[in-house]
C-alpha cells in the first residue's frame, strides 16, 4: 500500500512509531498488514506491530537499513459504544475548560494571568449552578409546584396523582412536593460526580515517568529517598501553572505587574515538558468536591428558599429554621467559591498528593445541608397552597449577569497578555477565550431554556406556556423564554457571513484556477516538439475548489468571534427584556402589530427548533462515536476540546492526552534506553500534536535519539493561533532548538493540517517542507494512467515524500550504546520505574495481542 522504506545508511536499530489521527486506525491499516500483535498496553490504547516483526530486536541482522514499523492506537480513548454520546450533553464545561487554555501567555504579568485562570473557574462553576438550577426548574418548578398544583394539569397524568393538591394526601402539601423531587436534581449530580470521578481514576490518575535519568538535568538533584508529590499536604505554592506561566520560555519575569525582574533560571522546560502537565489528579479533585458541592447547594437553595418565604409571610414557628438554614446555604456557597479560587495547577513537579479536608469534607457537609433543607420543607404546613412560579426563579437572571460580567472582565484581561504577548496570528487578537467562554454560556443557556421550554410545552398540552388564561400552568421562567426565542433571530443574524463565506470561496477558487494550471504545467509539460499540454477545465476547478474550501479552517476565529458576539448581544436584549417587562414575548409585544406577530413566531419557533436541535445532537454524536468516517467529520473539533487537561471544570469530558502522553513517552524512553537505537516518532493529524506533546516530556539524553516526522499536522494551523501559549511561535520554535530532527508534511488540499512555521536553525533544514502535490498527478500518463485522487488530509504515507523525509530524519540521528544492565522482558528499565515501584508493568510491559 505505502512505498518501501528506502536503506538509511546510519547503523543500528531503529523504530518508526506511527500515531494515528481524527477518527481512528486500526493497527491492521496503520501497518499494512492484517496480522498484528499487541506489545504492550490495553484494550483503551496499545503499541501494535505485524506479526513477523514482534520480536525484531533479537534479529537485528534482518532489519538493518529499514526501521521496524510500530502502531500506537489511541482511538478507543475517544470513541466506543453510543452510551458515551452523553458526554455530549456537557460540551459546555468542555468550551469553557478551553478558554482557559487559550490565554496568551504574556512574561511578566503574573497577577493578570492568576486572575485570567480563577475568573475562567469561576464562569465554569456558573455553568454547573445553571444546569443544576435548569433540573430543578424542571423537577422542582414545572412538576411539583406548577403542575401537582394545579388540577387541570396533574388530573390527566396518573403519575402526578399521587402529588395533585386536589387529592389532599400526605404528599399533597407544596413542601413535601419539593423535597421528593429535589431527588431528581441531586441525582444528576451525582451521576456527574460518578462519572467525573470514574474518568480521573482512569485518566488523570496515569503517573508519567519520573525516574531520576528522566529529569536529570532538567530539575536538578532530588533527595532520593523521597518521592515525587511527597510533601505534606497543604505545602507548595498555589496557583503554579498561573505563576510560571506569566514567564518567558526561561523563567524571566519582569514588567509592573510583576515586580522586580528575577535572574534567568536554569533548566526551566516548556509548560508541555513539565513532569505535571500531563498528571491533574490534585486540582480535578478539588474542583470535582467544589462543583458537587455547588450543585448540592443549588438543590437545597430550591427547596429551602420556597418553604423559608412561606414561614416569614405567615409567621410560622419554623421561620427561625428556615433563616439559619439560608445562612448556611450562604457560608456554605461562600466557601465553595474560595475553594475554587484558591488553588490553580501543579505543573512544575509531580504533585501526587490530594486535598482530602477538601474532597472529603465540603461534598459531605452539602449533603447533610441538603437532608436538612429537605426534612425542613416536608415539615407539615396545613393551608400552605403554590401558586405561580416558584419562589426564587429570578436567580436565572442573576446567574446570566454574572456570566457576563465575567466574560467581560476575561475580555479586559485578555487585552492586558494579548499586548504583552503579541502574538501576531493570534486567534481573535487574544479574545478567543472570552469569545469561547461566551459561546459555553450561550450553549448552557440553550440548553437550559430549550429543556424547559419543551417540558412546559407538553405539561401545558395545546397551550402556550405564559400566554394562556387561567387554568395552564405559568410556564418557565419569563427570561428563559425570551432566551429561546432569540434562536430564530440569531440564525436570521448569521445568514449574512455565511453567504459571505461562500462567495469569497467562490471567488478564492477562481482566482486559485490559474495557480493550479500553470503549477502542474511547468510539473508534467510535454518534451518540446511532443506535444501540448492542455488543461481540463473540470479536473481544474475540482483542484482549486478542493484549495478554496480547505482555507476555510482560517476564517473559523472569525466566525467564532461573530457568533459570540452576536450571542453576547442578543442575550443581553433577552435579559433586558425579560426584566422590563416580566412576561414572555409572545405577549410582551402583544397587539404591536408586525412586532407581535413576529415575536410570537419567534417563541414558538425558538421552543421547537431548540428540541429539535437537542435530539439532533444526540444523534449526530451517537453516530461519530460509532461511525469512522462521521468522526473524520467531526472528530477534530471534538479532540481539540477532549485534549487539554480538565483545569476549568471537573465534569467535562475528560482528557486522553493524559493517558496517551504517558503512553508515547514511556515507550519511547523504554525502546531507547534498551537498545540504543534512533526512533522516529511519526504523528499524523491529532497524532502529531500528541507526538510533539510527548517529545517535549523527553529527556535530553532521550530526545537526542528521537526525530519528529509530523503530516497533516494542526501545530500551528489549529492550536497555534488558538493556544498561543502552548503552541505559539516562541513554543514552536523553542521545540525545534530541543529538536533538531523534525519535519512536517503539508498539502494545500488539506483542510486541518498546513506548516508550522517554524525557521531553519543553525546548520538543520527548515522544519516544513514545500507542499506537497495533490493530487500527485494532474492528468492520465504513462506512469499514471488512471486519474489520481485529491487525497486532502488523507493517506500522507503514500506519498513518496514520505519516506524520503522518514530515511532522511533516521540518517541524522546517531545510535547510542544501549546499557549493559537490561530490564527483563516486561518490565521498565530500572533508570524509569518510579521509586518504590520496581518492575513495574504499567506502560512497559509485553502484552498478548
Not at 488523570?204 to 532530588?222: A, F, H, V, Y
Not at 438543590?299 to 428556615?322: I, K, P
Not at 436567580?395 to 494579548?418: E, W
Not at 473559523?556 to 468571534?561: D, L, Q, S, Y
Request: one cysteine or more; glycine letters at 12%; hydrophobic letters at 45%.
Amino acid at each position: 500500500m505505502f512505498p518501501a522504506t528506502p536503506a538509511t545508511r546510519s547503523g543500528g536499530p531503529a523504530l518508526e512509531l506511527l500515531v494515528h489521527g481524527v477518527g481512528g486506525a486500526t493497527p491492521q491499516d496503520m501497518l499494512g498488514d492484517p496480522r498484528t500483535v499487541r506489545i504492550t498496553g490495553d484494550e483503551k490504547a496499545a503499541v501494535f506491530r505485524r506479526t513477523d516483526d514482534e520480536k525484531a530486536e533479537s534479529r537485528p541482522e534482518q532489519y538493518r537499513g529499514r526501521p521496524v514499523p510500530e502502531a500506537y492506537c489511541w482511538s478507543n480513548l475517544t470513541s466506543g459504544n453510543s452510551a458515551r454520546a452523553l458526554w455530549l450533553l456537557l460540551i459546555p464545561f468542555m468550551v469553557v475548560n478551553l478558554a482557559h487554555w487559550m490565554r496568551p501567555r504574556a512574561r511578566g504579568l503574573t497577577r493578570t494571568t492568576r486572575l485570567y485562570a480563577v475568573l475562567v473557574r469561576l464562569i465554569a462553576l456558573s455553568l454547573t449552578v445553571l444546569l443544576t438550577a435548569a433540573a430543578c426548574e424542571v423537577a422542582l418548578d414545572l412538576l411539583a409546584w406548577q403542575c401537582a398544583g394545579t388540577p387541570d394539569c396533574a388530573d390527566g397524568r396518573g403519575w402526578l396523582g399521587f402529588l395533585s393538591a386536589a387529592g389532599g394526601g400526605w404528599w399533597s402539601q407544596p413542601g413535601r412536593r419539593l423535597a421528593l423531587a429535589a431527588l431528581l436534581p441531586a441525582a444528576v449530580v451525582g451521576l456527574l460526580w460518578y462519572l467525573s470521578n470514574r474518568t480521573w481514576s482512569a485518566y488523570e490518575s496515569q503517573r508519567p515517568p519520573t525516574g531520576q535519568d528522566i529529569r536529570e538535568g532538567e530539575q536538578g538533584p532530588r533527595d532520593p529517598g523521597r518521592l515525587p508529590g511527597d510533601e505534606e499536604d497543604g505545602s507548595g505554592d498555589e496557583d503554579e501553572d498561573e505563576e510560571e506561566d506569566g514567564r518567558g520560555a526561561h523563567g524571566e519575569e519582569h514588567g509592573a505587574d510583576a515586580g522586580a525582574a528575577r535572574p534567568r533560571r536554569t533548566g526551566a522546560r516548556h509548560a508541555l515538558g513539565r513532569p505535571g502537565f500531563w498528571y491533574g489528579r490534585r486540582l480535578v479533585a478539588r474542583l470535582r468536591a467544589a462543583h458537587t458541592a455547588a450543585g448540592l447547594l443549588t438543590v437545597s437553595a430550591a427547596v429551602t428558599l420556597a418553604a423559608a418565604r412561606h414561614d416569614r409571610a405567615e409567621a410560622h414557628a419554623l421561620r427561625a429554621a428556615g433563616v439559619a438554614l439560608e445562612t448556611v446555604i450562604a457560608l456554605a456557597a461562600v466557601a465553595v467559591v474560595l475553594v475554587v479560587i484558591r488553588r490553580g495547577r501543579s505543573e512544575r513537579r509531580f504533585d501526587a498528593r490530594l486535598d482530602r479536608a477538601a474532597i472529603r469534607a465540603l461534598p459531605g457537609f452539602t449533603i447533610g445541608v441538603l437532608a436538612l433543607s429537605l426534612l425542613y420543607a416536608s415539615w407539615s404546613r396545613p393551608g400552605w397552597t403554590s401558586s405561580g412560579p416558584l419562589p426564587g426563579v429570578a436567580a436565572f437572571g442573576i446567574i446570566v449577569l454574572a456570566q457576563v460580567t465575567g466574560v467581560l472582565a476575561l475580555a479586559v484581561a485578555a487585552v492586558l497578555l494579548q499586548r504583552r504577548a503579541r502574538h501576531a496570528r493570534t486567534a481573535l487578537h487574544g479574545l478567543a477565550g472570552p469569545a469561547v467562554a461566551m459561546l459555553a454560556c450561550a450553549i448552557a443557556g440553550v440548553i437550559t431554556g430549550g429543556v424547559a421550554q419543551r417540558i412546559a410545552d407538553w405539561l401545558d398540552g395545546p397551550g402556550t406556556p405564559g400566554m394562556d388564561g387561567d387554568g395552564t400552568i405559568p410556564g418557565p421562567p419569563v427570561l428563559l423564554s425570551w432566551q429561546a426565542s432569540v434562536i430564530p433571530l440569531l440564525l436570521i443574524v448569521l445568514i449574512v457571513p455565511v453567504v459571505g463565506l461562500c462567495l469569497r470561496t467562490w471567488l478564492a477558487a477562481r482566482r486559485l484556477a490559474e495557480v493550479v494550471e500553470r503549477e502542474y504545467a511547468d510539473a508534467e509539460a510535454p518534451p518540446p516538439g511532443t506535444g501540448v499540454w492542455r488543461p481540463d477545465p473540470i479536473r481544474t476547478r475540482r483542484i482549486a475548489g478542493t484549495r478554496a474550501r480547505a482555507a476555510l479552517t482560517d476564517t473559523a476565529p472569525w466566525i467564532v468571534g461573530m457568533v459570540s458576539a452576536a450571542t453576547l448581544v442578543l442575550g443581553a436584549g433577552a435579559v433586558a427584556g425579560a426584566w422590563v417587562s416580566d412576561r414572555v414575548p409572545g405577549e410582551a409585544l402583544d397587539g404591536a402589530g408586525f412586532a407581535g406577530t413576529a415575536a410570537k413566531t419567534a417563541q414558538d419557533m425558538g421552543s421547537w427548533l431548540i428540541g429539535f436541535g437537542f435530539i439532533l445532537f444526540v444523534t449526530w454524536g451517537r453516530r461519530a462515536y460509532q461511525d469512522a468516517s462521521a468522526r473524520r467529520t467531526i472528530g477534530i473539533l471534538w479532540d481539540v476540546g477532549t485534549f487539554w487537561p480538565r483545569a476549568a471544570h471537573p465534569f467535562a469530558p475528560p482528557c486522553y492526552a493524559e493517558r496517551a502522553v504517558p503512553d508515547l513517552t514511556w515507550r519511547m524512553c523504554t525502546w531507547t534506553e534498551q537498545t540504543g537505537g534512533r526512533l522516529v516518532i511519526s504523528g499524523h493529524s491529532q497524532g502529531s500534536v500528541l507526538a510533539a506533546a510527548a517529545v517535549w516530556q523527553l529527556p535530553a539524553a532521550t530526545r537526542s535519539r528521537v526525530a519528529l516526522l509530523t503530516h497533516g499536522s494542526p501545530l500551528e494551523r489549529l492550536y497555534g493561533r488558538w493556544f498561543p501559549g502552548y503552541f505559539g511561535p516562541d513554543a514552536l520554535g523553542e521545540l525545534r532548538s530541543e529538536l533538531h530532527c523534525w519535519r512536517n508534511l503539508w498539502r494545500h488540499t488539506d483542510p486541518i493540517g498546513g506548516p508550522v512555521l517554524v525557521a531553519a536553525e543553525g546548520p538543520y533544514p527548515p522544519v516544513d517542507r514545500p507542499a506537497l502535490k495533490d493530487p500527485v498527478a494532474y492528468g492520465r500518463s504513462r506512469r499514471n494512467p488512471l486519474p489520481e485522487p485529491i487525497l486532502g488530509h488523507s493517506l500522507y504515507q503514500a506519498d513518496p515524500a514520505f519516506a524520503d523525509e522518514r530515511r532522511a530524519l533516521l540518517d541524522r540521528l546517531r545510535p547510542a550504546v544501549p546499557r549493559q544492565s537490561r530490564a527483563a522482558p516486561g518490565t521498565a528499565p530500572a533508570a524509569l520505574a518510579p521509586r518504590g515501584e520496581p518492575g513495574d508493568h504499567g506502560s512497559s510491559g509485553r502484552s498478548s495481542g
